[in-house]
C-alpha cells in the first residue's frame, strides 16, 4: 500500500440556501483543526492526513512546483524547502 492510501480526511459540512433557489446547497471542506500542518517554507503551509508522511509532502509539493518554473522560462528557481 502506498503512503497516505487509506486515510481519511476529515470534513465539515456547511449547509447554506442561495436567494433564488429554494435547493439546500452542502458544501464539504477538509476540517484542518484534525490534520497535520506541514511547513514548506516561510510563506507556504500545507494540511495532509494525521499519520501521513511530511517529507514525502514536501516531495510531492516540489514536484509539482518545478515544471511550472520551468513553463515561465526556467530562470526562476523553485522556494527552498
Known amino acids: 500500500m502506498k503512503s497516505g492510501e487509506g486515510k481519511t480526511i476529515p470534513v465539515i459540512e456547511k449547509n447554506f ?13 477538509p476540517d484542518i483543526r484534525k490534520m497535520q500542518e506541514v511547513i514548506i517554507d516561510s510563506r507556504t503551509k500545507m494540511y495532509i492526513a494525521i499519520g501521513a508522511d511530511p517529507e514525502e509532502a514536501r516531495q510531492r509539493y516540489s514536484n509539482r512546483l518545478i515544471p511550472v518554473v520551468k513553463m515561465h522560462g526556467g530562470n526562476k528557481k523553485p522556494a527552498a524547502i
Open 17 to 29: 440556501y442561495l436567494p433564488d433557489q429554494k435547493k439546500n446547497i452542502t458544501c464539504k471542506t
